[in-house]
């Protein structure tokens, strides 16, 4: 198979290009998300919501290539055997990279590791998505904009995941950049419309060597579920999840999102307390 | 040939001769989810490989 621009090898079959034609195109894709969603201002300090894995590396390495003023922010949820691996990871990339990383652990912050709030019967993926996005939210305060390393696969299992469970306020608040609201960092997703394999594709072309780990909580996920489903989908139907997104995209509606402010922690939430107190209370209340 | 699969971390010894796409059904591995190198270089599904190649299958999916 031959690019469809020059007479080189294909390394990728959809788009059909080269090493040199796919770089351009995946850098090109990257910057036209950002300047058509005006996900970033040049003056704009830009934290990225780092795990390790290959979507937050990448992210973090061409961001830093576009010369954008970036930080990472890691949250360490004490899952043994994978979030240790990618975190050491991590840390060799931003040090080799000099970018700035802060890692804020389950253990300092709510007093317990994930793997022991599991133990005691919490729900693994519910539990660690909830308070994650509480820390990343708090320790964000300073920066612009948060950017994740979400992908056009992640943002089509979502919209298929609250579609499914009818989820209509988590169904208007996707897309590449959430709304400005009192209290919580703006979030942006640079990646929101590039494949996980063709990340996957930029970083082994870029040498990034981000060694593959899985969390042992995600074959439990229902997220895990759908996405295998899309696959196989998509294997049939070439085209499947660009579609999902873009007409999500093109049907989505705002809601009024949360007006109230957390009676124990002042975040924005729908009720008088946000999940993650709620959470933390009876992760407190677990001997 | 040596077929090394990431998300497991196995490598496999397997007799084979044929395209990419071919292999990746013989494993039972959903080409949407990884890439194939072949001595170290990204290959296409349409790429022969043949027992003398190195090949790894790389996994694609967030670990998260």
């Known amino acids: 198979m031959r690019c469809k621009e020059c007479p080189e090898p294909a390394i990728i079959e959809n788009p059909q290009l080269c090493q040199a034609h796919f770089t351009d195109y995946f850098e090109s894709k990257v910057k036209k998300s950002i300047d058509e969603f005006g996900l970033i201002e040049r003056n704009e300090k830009i934290c990225v919501a780092a795990s390790g894995g290959k979507d937050s590396v990448t992210l973090l390495y061409i961001l830093k290539k576009f010369g954008y003023d970036v930080e990472a922010i890691a949250i360490d949820e004490g899952i043994h055997g994978y979030r240790d691996r990618t975190l050491r990871f991590l840390k060799k990339f931003c040090s080799e990279n000099k970018i700035r990383l802060r890692i804020y652990s389950y253990e300092k912050e709510f007093g317990k590791s994930l793997d022991k709030t599991v133990k005691k019967g919490e729900p693994a993926c519910n539990t660690c998505g909830t308070l994650r996005r509480h820390l990343l939210n708090k320790h964000s305060e300073k920066y612009d904009k948060v950017a994740t390393g979400h992908n056009l696969d992640d943002e089509s299992q979502a919209v298929l995941m609250n579609l499914l469970k009818a989820q209509k306020k988590l169904f208007s608040r996707q897309g590449p950049k959430t709304r400005k609201i009192k209290g919580f960092t703006q979030k942006i997703k640079p990646f929101y419309f590039l494949k996980e394999k063709e990340i996957m594709v930029y970083a082994f072309i870029k040498g990034l060597n981000v060694p593959f780990s899985e969390c042992p909580f995600a074959r439990l996920s229902y997220r895990s579920k759908v996405r295998d489903a899309l696959n196989k989908y998509e294997l049939i139907y070439p085209g499947t999840k660009e579609n999902i997104l873009n007409k999500y995209l093109s049907i989505r509606s705002f809601d009024n999102q949360e007006t109230n402010s957390c009676t124990k922690c002042g975040s924005p939430c729908s009720g008088l307390e946000c999940k993650a107190c709620r959470i933390q209370q009876r992760i407190a209340s677990e001997t | ?64």
């Not at chain 2, 040939?1 to 007799?15: C, D, L, Q």
């Not at chain 2, 080409?31 to 190198?37: A, G, K, L, N, R």
């Not at chain 2, 290959?43 to 190195?54: E, F």
């Open chain 2, 1 to 64: 040939m040596e077929v090394f699969i990431e998300k497991t971390g196995e490598t496999k010894n397997v007799s084979f001769s044929g395209t990419a796409k071919a292999l990746l059904e013989s494993l039972r591995v959903n080409s949407e989810e990884v890439i194939i190198t072949r001595n170290n270089k990204i290959i296409t599904l349409d790429q022969q490989v043949k027992d003398s190649d190195s090949i790894k299958v790389l996994s694609v999916i967030s670990g998260g």
